[in-house]
């Protein structure tokens, strides 16, 4: 299957070195495979690997590669540095990839700086959107909420398949990547976390309720939700407000980058396979069109809300309400959509007879509109 992002990478690496980040097994060492068969001498090499680790740390891949492929490099002590000597000596026409789990954000947000030497893309599950060609958009969609959008459970077509790798990869998220941000006295809270947050998707967290929980301090929460954002795990979706301090300080939403792994009702599972479409969205028109957009949802103090918010260059352009069944309109899009002078709103319905506008709203069938999104 070719992913979404092919076509601009090609691109975007004959102008700069490109660095590609995402969930574990979310299809970057694939898409780099494929990305190998765009050029006449590639070269793929894996820190993980002792025989690629030795020609990494002694520079002796071929010197006639003209498309260099470095995965998990970020394991690499001082490998930004490392990746700067390469880049500003590399021969004439040789692109470079780098390829690594979400822990290659992290690390790239400290340590010598890159700026002005690579493109930033982060590739996401299978939306709707990508899945066009090969399903209809009510079929994508059902699949996603049933199976999530990860390439190996959502290809295999079975619950029992998909429930088997999620065993397995959240396990293996635990034992190796979550470990490597955290004591391993701290692993039990974190599982017990996850398996809170499963159960919280779509709702406001508060944090003083889940510290009280788990019985840590608030601060020690914030840590651990920051290290599930980092590695790909959840995102949080915040409020929006015009000031943005206040807004960081309000409640989050939480959703999963994995929609088979929400514990919740099909309801829920649609709102997170919506909340992965709209992130994915938002990133590639930043990453690749160079628009300012983010995330939000709208809540009032009166507790309106709005399941979706988006926002451009700090400005609100799109009210989205997400319903499985119900046609009529929600009271607090409707309410909002006013109040707030929005110039589009949309409830999103997934089992929907008839589409129809109300008062400028409109009401439409969530897998075609899903569908014309961006990514």
């Known amino acids: 299957m070719k992913r979404y992002l092919n076509d601009i990478i090609v691109r975007d690496l004959q102008r700069k070195m490109v660095l590609l980040s995402g969930p574990r097994q979310v299809g970057k060492t694939f898409m780099a495979r494929e990305l190998m068969k765009e ?20 520079r002796t891949w071929r010197a006639d590669a003209d498309f260099l492929i470095l995965d998990e490099i970020h394991k690499m002590r001082d490998w ?22 979400a822990r290659l954000d992290t690390f790239r947000q400290s340590g010598e700086s890159l700026a002005g030497r690579y493109f930033p893309f982060h590739i996401y599950p299978l939306s709707v959107k990508e ?43 635990v034992r190796e990547d979550i470990l490597e941000f955290s004591r391993i006295q701290e692993i039990r809270s974190m599982r017990l976390l996850l398996e809170m947050l499963r159960k919280r998707v779509g709702s406001p967290l508060s944090h003083a309720s889940l510290a009280g929980d788990l ?9 651990y939700l920051e290290i599930l954002e980092n590695l790909h795990i959840i995102f949080l979706v915040r409020p929006f407000h015009s000031n943005v301090a206040r807004a960081i300080q309000k409640e989050p939403k939480v959703y999963f980058y994995d929609s088979g792994y929400v514990d919740g009702d099909e309801g829920i599972r649609l709102e997170n396979t919506v909340a992965v479409s709209l992130r994915k969205h938002v990133d590639y ?37 997400v319903k499985l069944s119900a046609s009529a309109l ?25 589409p129809q506008s109300i008062d400028g709203i409109h009401v439409v069938q969530a897998a075609e509109w899903l569908s014309a999104l961006s990514a």
């Open 330 to 354: 929600a009271p607090g899009l409707k309410y909002l959509a006013r109040a707030l002078g929005v110039p589009s709103a949309f409830q999103l319905v997934q089992n929907l007879r008839q």
């Open 39 to 58: 050029f006449k001498r590639p070269q793929y090499l894996n820190y993980d690997n002792l025989d690629d680790l030795r020609i990494i740390q002694e």
């Open 215 to 223: 019985r840590i301090a608030p601060n020690t929460l914030r840590s």
């Open 131 to 173: 899945l066009t060609n090969q399903f209809s958009p009510a079929e994508a969609l059902a699949q996603l909420n049933r199976l999530g959008g990860f390439p190996e459970p959502f290809l295999s077509g079975s619950e029992t398949e998909a429930a088997r790798w999620r065993n397995q990869y959240y396990s293996d998220l």
């Open 285 to 321: 028109l930043q990453e690749v069109m160079g628009e300012t957009n983010s995330l939000h949802y709208v809540r009032t103090k009166d507790k309106r809300e709005v399941d979706f918010a988006l926002v451009k260059q700090d400005t609100l352009t799109t009210l989205i309400e």
């Open 80 to 101: 930004k540095n490392f990746l700067k000597g390469i880049v500003d000596t590399r021969p004439s026409g040789q692109a470079i990839l780098v390829t690594g789990s």
